[in-house]
C-alpha cells in the first residue's frame, strides 16, 4: 500500500522567510503533484514532476523530486501572505503508465503573518 | 474552453437515502476520478472511469458506484448514506500528465 506523508502539518511562518515543505512516499510511482487549496475550496494544481531530478517553479514556489529517496520538496521563498493555504502533495497509486489514482498527503496547511 | 464542472455545489441528505453527484470534464480530457475529502483531511481516491468503465478502484465499499457517459461526463452514486459520508466529493479531469480538479459538491448526511 502506498503511503504518502507530509511534513510539517502545520506551519506558521512570517512574512520574507523561505521554508520548505518535505513529501516523502513509500513506493515507486511515476508521477508526483503539489496542489493548493484555500479554505473552502477546491484543489488548484502548482506542479507535476515526472522525473528524479525535476524542478519547476511558479513565482515564490519551487518544487523538486528525488525518486531515489522517494521525496519532494515544495520551497517557499520570501513568503508573502497570499501563499497562505494548505499544500498537498500527491501520488499516483498505480505505476507503469497511465493517468492513475492519487494518494495524497495529509497536507501542509501553512499560515503566513504579516 | 470550459473547465471541469461539478453539480449540484451542495446537498443535504438524511441517513439512508440515496445521491447522485455529477462531473463534465475539460473539453479534450476523457478520464475522470472521483475522490472523497473530509473535513481536515487529504482526498481519498474512489474510482476511475474511463471508455465508460471502471479502471480503477480505491478502498470504498459498493455502496459507492459510477457511471460514465459517451461525451465523457460521469456520475458518482452513493447509496444508504451514512453520517460518514459527509464530506467534500471531487471530481478529477485527466489528460496526459494533468488532472485538473472540480470546484466539488459539499454533501452534508443528516
Known amino acids: 500500500e502506498l503511503k504518502v506523508e507530509q511534513n510539517p502539518l502545520f506551519l506558521s511562518m512570517q512574512e520574507g522567510k523561505n521554508y520548505t515543505i518535505y513529501c516523502n512516499y513509500s513506493?515507486?510511482?511515476?508521477?508526483l503533484y503539489w496542489y493548493r487549496q484555500d479554505p473552502g475550496k477546491s484543489l488548484e494544481s502548482l506542479f507535476v514532476?515526472?522525473?528524479?531530478?525535476a524542478v519547476k517553479q511558479e513565482g515564490r514556489l519551487m518544487a523538486s523530486l528525488d525518486t531515489k529517496a522517494r521525496l519532494s520538496t515544495l520551497h517557499i521563498t520570501a513568503a508573502v501572505h497570499d501563499l497562505s493555504a494548505t499544500y498537498f502533495c500527491?501520488?499516483?497509486?498505480?505505476?507503469?503508465?497511465?493517468?492513475?489514482?492519487?494518494?495524497f498527503g495529509k497536507g501542509t496547511h501553512l499560515i503566513i503573518q504579516p | 474552453d470550459a473547465g471541469v464542472t461539478q453539480s449540484p455545489t451542495h446537498l443535504i441528505k438524511t441517513r439512508g437515502q440515496q445521491v447522485t453527484l455529477r462531473c463534465s470534464p475539460k473539453?479534450?480530457?476523457?478520464?475522470v476520478s472521483w475522490y472523497q475529502q473530509a473535513l481536515g483531511q487529504g482526498p481519498q481516491f474512489i474510482f476511475q472511469?474511463?471508455?465508460?468503465?471502471?479502471?480503477q478502484r480505491g478502498n470504498f465499499p459498493d455502496r459507492f458506484s459510477g457511471h460514465q457517459f459517451p461525451n465523457y461526463s460521469s456520475e458518482l452514486n452513493v447509496n444508504a448514506l451514512l453520517l460518514g459520508d459527509s464530506a467534500l466529493y471531487l471530481c478529477?479531469?485527466?489528460?496526459?500528465?494533468?488532472?485538473?480538479f472540480g470546484p466539488g459538491t459539499r454533501l452534508t448526511v443528516l
Open positions: 500527491a501520488v499516483d497509486i498505480y505505476s507503469g503508465g497511465g493517468a492513475d489514482g492519487l494518494t
Open positions: 513506493t515507486t510511482s511515476d508521477r
Open positions: 472511469y474511463y471508455e465508460e468503465e471502471e479502471r
Open positions: 473539453s479534450g480530457h476523457d478520464t
Open positions: 514532476l515526472l522525473s528524479n531530478g
Open positions: 478529477a479531469s485527466i489528460g496526459y500528465n494533468e488532472q485538473f
